[in-house]
């Protein structure tokens, strides 16, 4: 990332003449600031939906319910565990349209969310 940072800073003194220093750049320039606000916000992206994606809860709930054309956790693990199948990153349609759904995808959702649900209600319950 901070490659990617020299770079743009490199590329405004090679496109504006007017740029005299580093500091400048990074407190008089928008659209720096703009683009180094829209890269974080994209790694920090990546790194959340990375760590939902593997957690193996349905925090989408009855959102992922089939037929969604949300991408639950239950698609993106048959993905790991299968392979040739469930290739979308966020959207089921295409693996629907394309015949790359897993054959069990619906029925699995299906019982994780129930799981998910159940695991939640028991949290809530106060000890005896």
């Known amino acids: 990332m901070f490659r990617a940072i020299r ?15 580093v500091l400048e750049i990074f407190l008089c320039y928008p659209g720096f600031h ?24 349905e925090h989408g709930g009855s959102w992922c319910r089939p037929p969604s054309p949300l991408v639950s956790v239950t698609h993106h693990d048959q993905h790991h565990r299968y392979f ?5 990153t966020h959207f089921t349609v295409w693996d629907r349209v394309m015949g790359t ?3 069990e995808h619906d029925a699995e959702v299906r019982r994780n969310i129930a799981a998910t ?9 106060p000890a005896e």
């Open 7 to 21: 770079e743009q800073i490199d590329t405004i003194f090679r496109e504006d003449p007017a740029a005299k220093s």
């Open 34 to 57: 703009a683009i180094l606000l829209h890269r974080l916000a994209h790694k920090l992206y990546d790194q959340v939906t990375g760590v939902i994606g593997h957690s193996g809860w």
């Open 84 to 88: 040739r199948c469930n290739y979308a």
């Open 101 to 103: 759904l897993h054959p």
């Open 117 to 125: 649900a159940a695991s939640r209600r028991t949290a809530r319950l």
